[in-house]
């Protein structure tokens, strides 16, 4: 039996503000091709389907159309809700759809876990598909007060189900499992994880295959047959420092004889990002040009002004690329010893101080010239009041006033 074993989709993500979906309806259409060519039997989606508990129409129907099309290549889907999801709205006529062999879990209804059947020439597989999980929630499903860690959760979930260990289980779950208290590498764009929901990978025992959703790399965890599928694309800059992203093809034989391998969909747009000093980075783009590419670029030997912007931006847009972000982590203070944080606050102006903050909000965009009078406008006005004597609230009732009156102008 060969499975795809895929997670974390987040269809409609956006970043830096950018959506995603043409990267991702890209990635779809590749995936669908690969399914037709290879004809797997069965599609596992280990949740995070959807980037937000609402989606938007866009994802939805970018859903719908890889479902239809895996339907209509005769290939079985098997769907849980991650954290991310709504496990009432994923699973939304679950119950019709199961007949046309397509099993979705958004939520547990009871303390059994949803499962599945079905045969290939070495007998029966059981699919179990159990969505994200809260202790609480697993409590009352169990009604045992006892229950109060995602790891207590897991245990008493299931050692409830009546497992056929004799036979090949596989359980498709969402969760932060981790090795002897460790948790895997993660990337910049996921959430609820970093010490959240820690379930140890052992409990995984009656199964012979674990698909899971939730980390964003693709990682054994604890054990080959353990395993994260990872993103389809980067979702993060940081990201990059994972191993390629792809799919899991999962091969299962007689009990026991399990081979996994990785096939990476290249991107309609990779990811780059780029640090280094002004003068080396205009010499990459100029003489190396970045094609095609979503780009992050960090200064390291200044601040980013508004016309540096504009010319890497305008350089990048020549060769088909975006600049997402544009950053600096350069300090103009570094070099003095003991200077605190608050010393590099009175020595810069309140406009540095502005565009350095409006920088960091706006995934390293420069303000307009117009936002940039304001602030120079209000630094003025304040300049006017003492704040120890008059008081903040004195100045900003005056700014608040003036704004007012511009708006009425």
């Given amino acids: 039996m060969k499975l795809y074993h895929i997670a974390d989709l987040h269809f409609g993500k956006i970043i830096y503000g950018?959506?995603?979906?043409?990267?991702?309806?890209?990635?779809?259409?590749?995936?669908i091709q690969l399914c037709h060519k290879e004809k797997p039997d069965?599609?596992?989606?280990?949740g995070d389907v959807y980037d937000r508990?609402?989606?938007?129409?866009?994802?939805?129907?970018?859903?719908?159309?890889?479902?239809?099309r895996l339907h209509q290549l005769h290939v079985p889907v098997l769907m849980i809700a991650g954290n991310h999801d709504s496990g009432q709205r994923l699973a939304f006529g679950s119950s019709i759809l199961s007949s046309s062999d397509i099993h979705i879990t958004g939520t547990l209804q009871n303390a059994t876990i949803p499962h599945v059947t079905y045969h290939d020439a070495y007998g029966p597989v059981t699919f179990w598909m159990l969505p994200y999980i809260y202790p609480e929630q697993t409590a009352y499903l169990l009604q045992d007060d006892s229950i109060r860690t995602y790891q207590q959760a897991m245990?008493?979930?299931?050692?409830?189900?009546?497992?056929h260990t004799d036979e090949r289980n596989v359980l498709i779950a969402h969760q932060n499992v981790v090795v002897d208290g460790n948790e895997i590498q993660r990337g910049g764009s996921e959430s609820m994880v970093g010490g959240v929901g820690q379930i140890e990978h052992t409990v995984f025992a009656p199964f012979d295959y674990v698909a899971l959703g939730h980390i964003h790399s693709s990682y054994p965890a604890g054990a080959d047959t353990i395993r994260y599928a990872g993103t389809p694309l980067c979702y993060h800059f940081d990201e990059l420092r994972q191993?390629?992203?792809?799919?899991?093809?999962?091969?299962?034989?007689?009990?026991?004889?399990i081979s996994i391998r990785k096939t990476v969909i290249p991107p309609l747009h990779p990811m780059v990002a780029l640090c280094?000093?002004?003068?080396?980075?205009?010499?990459?783009?100029?003489?190396?040009?970045?094609?095609?590419?979503?780009?992050?670029?960090?200064?390291?030997d200044q601040q980013v002004d508004a016309s540096l912007y504009s010319l890497v931006r305008s350089i990048l847009n020549d060769h088909g690329s975006l600049l997402l972000?544009?950053?600096s982590d350069y300090h103009r203070f570094d070099g003095q010893a003991n200077t605190t944080q608050m010393d590099s606050l009175h020595t810069e102006s309140v406009q540095e101080l502005f565009c350095d903050l409006y920088m960091e909000l706006s995934g390293g965009v420069p303000p307009e010239k117009e936002e940039t009078a304001f602030m120079e406008k209000a630094s003025q006005m304040l300049q006017e009041y003492d704040i120890q004597e008059d008081g903040l609230q004195a100045a900003v009732d005056a700014l608040v006033a003036w704004v007012h009156q511009e708006e009425e102008q």
């Avoid at 508990?53 to 239809?68: R, S, Y």
């Fill in 18 to 31: 950018k959506s995603l979906l043409e990267e991702q309806t890209y990635w779809m259409e590749q995936f």
């Fill in 42 to 46: 069965g599609v596992m989606i280990a």
């Fill in 53 to 68: 508990t609402q989606p938007g129409k866009e994802a939805v129907q970018l859903l719908d159309e890889m479902i239809t």
């Fill in 155 to 163: 245990e008493a979930l299931i050692s409830t189900q009546h497992i």
């Fill in 243 to 257: 191993k390629d992203k792809g799919l899991l093809e999962v091969v299962l034989k007689e009990k026991g004889n």
């Fill in 276 to 300: 280094d000093t002004k003068k080396n980075i205009l010499d990459c783009l100029q003489n190396s040009p970045i094609r095609n590419s979503l780009v992050s670029i960090t200064l390291t």
């Fill in 325 to 327: 972000e544009m950053k």
